[in-house]
């Protein structure tokens, strides 16, 4: 049974989030979350998170050769980059708004847990995030990390050339007429 002193503590503790997300919020707002979506801001914070992830989710599937691997991410990188501008405008202004914590320092921090700029982070921090969130009792952190992993996953299997690491032939041929 919860005590006093613990419904006190949770009160503070969600009156500190509360108080914190309206603080984080300004920034965003000023800058423009449509901003986010329609340009370079989106893909700046795409290109400084995506490096840092992409090898530790795509681990078993690059190539081990270093040039290949190079150009394997940067084709990843490309591919994600493809798949976010096909979505909705709804849904671009989510995955915007998903960037925009990750890069943004405090939210980093505090939500990601990656102390360092994401170029500079340690691959057990790195680790440690994507299983945090993946693992996270809040569904919220949860959901994230299951978009960064299907837009990955899902841009990495999308190029053809990866087909055959998976056995998928291909589409069907439809015959003409």
């Not at 690059?62 to 490309?78: C, D, H, K, N, Y």
Request: cysteine-free; proline content about 8%; overall charge positive.
């Amino acid at each position: 049974m919860p005590t006093r002193r613990t419904w006190l503590k949770t009160g503070l503790a969600g009156s500190l989030l509360l108080g914190a997300a309206w603080w984080l919020r300004q920034p965003l707002d000023r800058w423009g979350r449509a901003a986010l979506v329609r340009g370079a801001p989106l893909e700046a914070a795409m290109d400084e998170v995506l490096p840092a992830l992409l090898p530790l989710v795509l681990a078993g599937a690059l190539p081990q050769e270093p040039a290949a691997r190079q150009a394997a991410l940067a084709r990843g990188q490309a591919g994600v980059h493809t798949a976010v501008a096909a979505l909705s405008a709804a849904a671009q202004r989510e995955v915007a708004e998903l960037f925009a914590l990750l890069t943004l320092a405090p939210t980093r921090i505090a939500l990601a847990g990656v102390r360092s700029p994401w170029a500079q982070a340690s691959e057990a921090e790195l680790r440690g995030f994507l299983e945090g969130w993946r693992h996270s009792s809040i569904g919220l952190l949860r959901s994230g990390y299951q978009a960064l992993h299907d837009l990955m996953l899902g841009a990495w299997y999308a190029d053809a050339s990866q087909w055959g690491a998976i056995g998928y032939p291909g589409p069907p041929e439809i015959p003409r007429p």
